[in-house]
């Protein structure tokens, strides 16, 4: 299986910033699109941001220009940079990852991989 590990969330006040990270690791041979999605108290959960293998990435409306995604393919690890960062935008962030793995017995299989969530909160 493939398990992926976020970090970096906290408690910051209005206008401030933080950066998440998320590292995939197991019997991984691509990792394709890398997610960040956003779930605030009582709502669904939202797609944020997402990065290509080859380094394009998409923003939600209400993160475009304060939110950079950015990634490292030989590290499997996605960065989330977050600025200005507003009331709006507290919840739990979780990373979702898609990509090819391998097996034990060398087989290829699809996965699509969460993590754990870590928790943003933005003080007014």
């Known amino acids: 299986q493939v398990q992926l590990v976020e970090s970096g969330g906290g408690l910051v006040q209005a206008g401030g910033s933080l950066r998440l990270s998320c590292s995939a690791s197991?019997?991984?041979?691509?990792?394709?699109?890398m997610n960040w999605y956003r779930q605030a108290p009582s709502k669904a959960r939202d797609l944020v941001a997402t990065i290509t293998s080859g380094g394009v990435s998409t923003y939600a409306e209400s993160v475009a220009g304060r939110f950079t995604l950015s990634r490292d393919n030989a590290k499997n690890t996605v960065y989330l940079q977050m600025n200005n960062l507003q009331p709006d935008d507290t919840g739990i962030y979780y990373c979702n990852a898609k990509g090819i793995r391998r097996s034990l017995t060398d087989r290829r299989f699809e996965f699509d991989s969460w993590g754990q969530g870590t928790q943003v909160t933005v003080s007014s």
């Open positions: 197991g019997r991984i041979v691509s990792v394709n699109a």
